[in-house]
């Protein structure tokens, strides 16, 4: 049985039938709260068929979401008649999948109508005629973003993808994209971005408004976790649903809204929130961490004073400085991880945690590639994942060094449109290494690298799916190594060390993906250098940019440690940095 706070309760036993917004601070124990208050609902629900839609962003939370309501409520984990799922399926299940055929002219398939989704990963035949960007782009890497009234391009070149969004099109281009999203929605495709739009057509035409009524009877309420995620677009569906009847309860913190590149405003939220009318509501005791962690984060957000846990370390908060390459602070990391079972390091790009990867076996080249290898022929759980990472940062940042290789975790290239390829080209490369007994550890640096040059010429077995793996093979092919200053007659073991205790216990990942995680000891990274809103002093910059909610989310995840990394300071920022609320400094 659940303790419930004050404040806790007082939401659980709102009624449904209210416009409620209830703003929750990190930690609050909200997806208890929620699944507590559909439980209740459920217990005493006399609207059958009608229900409860309870939405979320992602399946993960989703999922966790319906084990919770099921463990509350003593049921199964099929609430009919209520809905639990992510906002896509909700719009794509129950506006766009009943009604977009007969905008769209798709004919069908076997007597199927939905629409199929199409990440922007996938190979799509329907591309635009002319070139745009120097390529003919597929039908799902772009879409119409009705709140800029333009077309919205993907990329999985990131540099590419600010160039094409940042080009002039003139009409016949316009015509073009036009044209080849009608052909792919035509067929039954679709993204998720034109689901919102089918979906918002749909709501305004006269023809549907039957159907629609049906849909605000079925759904008469509406609770959304994570409100802050909602985009403007999302907004303006539900806006319309919320002028038809349905109440909303929406539920999160504004303060966490990260995804800006999705056109997800905390303003846009906050007008939503008032044009319903919402009763607020508050959640402002932290059960996850100390008061000294809470006190750290509130202050980047300028948030409302939050209690934390009174009973934990009075220490929590390190600054740890680094002289060159934020590798350096793994030592540190370690010694403070003993004794935690979940230590996480986090960085704002990719960029920043390849460096903590190449670090973590030593910093420089060919040590990254060394660990690379050995990490692919261990075979363990997780390792394929981190060996393939490994040696695509490997190649990005320290063989090829080319611009068209991507900032995903595996850098594909931009024009390589198969991952699957991609993953399969790595592996071949690191197999053929494997062969030539690369894998040891039980010989000297300069042994090694005297192993690796006469390897090279094996990898000219190495299929390439197309002709970017060709440049890079070739490439990869001429680069050589010398031993690491000062370690030519050290074993390989003794610097790389994989699968050793202190490794295996690191996970490296950005701060969108440990967004609504819970760790025991975060180590935030920042970059040595300012941009792409990586630097520490970009995050304290301006209390109201998204910069400093992204230094908010990350330094809120951990129970007991929180740990900055930033490269040498000078007296003054250091200063400045301790007042922040940092209890050590720790400089390398």
Request: hydrophobic share 45%; proline share 3%; glycine share 6%.
């Amino acid at each position: 049985m659940i303790d419930f706070s004050k404040e806790q309760i007082a939401y659980i036993e709102e009624p449904l039938a209210h416009n409620v917004y209830l703003r929750a601070c990190p930690g609050s124990g909200k997806t208890e709260v929620i699944a507590a208050k559909v439980a209740t609902e459920v217990r005493k629900w006399a609207l059958f068929p009608s229900g409860i839609a309870v939405l979320s962003f992602s399946r993960s939370a989703t999922g966790e979401l319906i084990e919770r309501i099921a463990l509350a409520s003593r049921g199964g984990r099929r609430p009919f008649p209520h809905f639990v799922g992510t906002v896509d399926s909700f719009f794509l299940k129950h506006i766009g999948n009943p009604f977009a055929h007969r905008l769209t002219g798709y004919k069908g398939r076997d007597g199927d109508f939905s629409l199929r989704v199409v990440d922007s990963q996938a190979v799509c035949f329907n591309r635009t005629k002319y070139k745009i960007g120097h390529e003919h782009v597929p039908a799902n890497r772009f879409d119409w973003d009705a709140t800029e009234g333009r077309f919205v391009f993907r990329h999985p070149v990131l540099a590419k993808q600010r160039a094409m969004n940042a080009l002039k099109l003139e009409q016949y281009q316009l015509d073009d994209l036009a044209a080849a999203k009608a052909a792919f929605n035509a067929n039954g495709f679709a993204t998720y971005k034109d689901v919102e739009r089918l979906a918002l057509e749909i709501l305004n035409c006269g023809q549907f408004n039957v159907h629609v009524d049906r849909l605000v009877t079925r759904y008469p309420h509406i609770i959304i976790d994570e409100c802050q995620d909602l985009s403007a677009d999302q907004i303006a569906i539900f806006a319309q649903l919320a002028d038809r009847g349905v109440t909303f309860h929406l539920i999160g913190d504004l303060e966490q809204a990260i995804y800006l590149f999705r056109n997800c405003k905390p303003e846009d939220v906050s007008t939503f929130v008032r044009a319903l009318g919402c009763k607020e509501m508050l959640l402002r005791q932290n059960f996850r961490s100390g008061q000294g962690i809470v006190s750290l984060h509130g202050t980047l957000v300028k948030a409302d004073k939050i209690k934390g846990r009174a009973n934990y370390a009075e220490t929590t908060c390190y600054l740890v400085e680094y002289r060159d390459c934020p590798s350096e602070a793994l030592g540190i990391f370690d010694e403070l991880a003993a004794g935690h079972a979940r230590s996480v390091i986090v960085a704002r790009g990719h960029s920043t945690l390849h460096r903590m990867r190449a670090g973590e076996a030593a910093q420089g080249a060919v040590q990254a590639l060394a660990a690379a290898i050995a990490t692919f022929a261990r075979k363990r759980p997780g390792d394929l994942h981190d060996a393939l990472s490994t040696f695509a940062g490997y190649l990005a940042e320290d063989c090829i060094k080319l611009d068209t290789l991507g900032e995903d975790a595996f850098c594909r290239p931009a024009e390589m449109e198969s991952a699957l390829n991609w993953h399969h080209f790595l592996a071949d490369c690191l197999s053929a290494f494997v062969a030539a007994d690369l894998a040891k550890q039980s010989i000297t640096w300069s042994a090694w690298c005297a192993l690796h040059k006469r390897a090279l010429a094996s990898l000219v077995t190495v299929p390439c799916p197309n002709v970017e793996c060709e440049v890079i093979l070739k490439a990869l092919m001429t680069r050589q190594h010398r031993a690491p200053s000062g370690l030519s007659t050290t074993d390989v073991a003794a610097v790389i060390a994989p699968g050793s205790p202190r490794s295996a216990k690191r996970r490296l990942a950005t701060i969108h993906e440990v967004k609504g995680e819970t760790h025991d000891l975060t180590m935030l990274v920042s970059s040595s250098r300012q941009g792409e809103q990586a630097h520490w002093k970009e995050w304290l910059g301006n209390h109201a940019s998204e910069a400093a909610r992204f230094a908010y989310v990350a330094s809120s995840r951990p129970r007991h440690i929180l740990i900055w990394a930033v490269k040498t300071l000078k007296k003054d920022e250091r200063e400045a940095l301790m007042l922040l609320g940092f209890h050590k400094s720790l400089q390398l």
